[in-house]
Nanobody, 114 residues
Framework: QVQLVESGGGLVQPGGSLRLSCAAS????????MGWDRQAPGKQRELVAV???????TYADSVKGRFTISRDNAKSTVYLQMNGLKPDDTAVYYC????????WGQGTQVTVSS
């Protein structure tokens, strides 16, 4: 079992940056895939980025070139660096960890508005 706690969300102006963190309750070296999803009001949850144990990464087309996912196994933490934020990035961002099961955090709100 893995418990995940996200942090780093908040209110930011368009063009600004935020870094989200996802702290896991146990060592993440053996977790095959960790990632971030988001859900905006009235919309379906969508994948933002995933990072695999071998280091390969997949981004949603909408965030390519602006967002960067990384993992620090020593700190059992996954990060999402978000630059060039747009109002369409406003959503609740959820961290997830995929082993035999998929585990989710409670989410952190990101609001992009002037």
């Amino acid at each position: 079992q893995v418990q995940l706690v996200e942090s780093g969300g908040g209110l930011v102006q368009p063009g600004g940056s935020l870094r989200l963190s996802c702290a896991a309750s146990r060592n993440i070296e053996s977790i095959n895939v960790m990632g971030w999803d988001r859900q905006a009001p009235g919309k379906q949850r969508e994948l933002v980025a995933v990072i695999r144990v071998g280091g390969s990464i997949t981004y949603a087309d909408s965030v390519k070139g602006r967002f960067t996912i990384s993992r620090d196994n020593a700190k059992s933490t996954v990060y999402l660096q978000m630059n060039g934020l747009k109002p369409d990035d406003t959503a609740v961002y959820y961290c997830n960890a995929m082993t035999m099961y998929t585990y989710w955090g409670q989410g952190t709100q990101v609001t992009v508005s002037s």
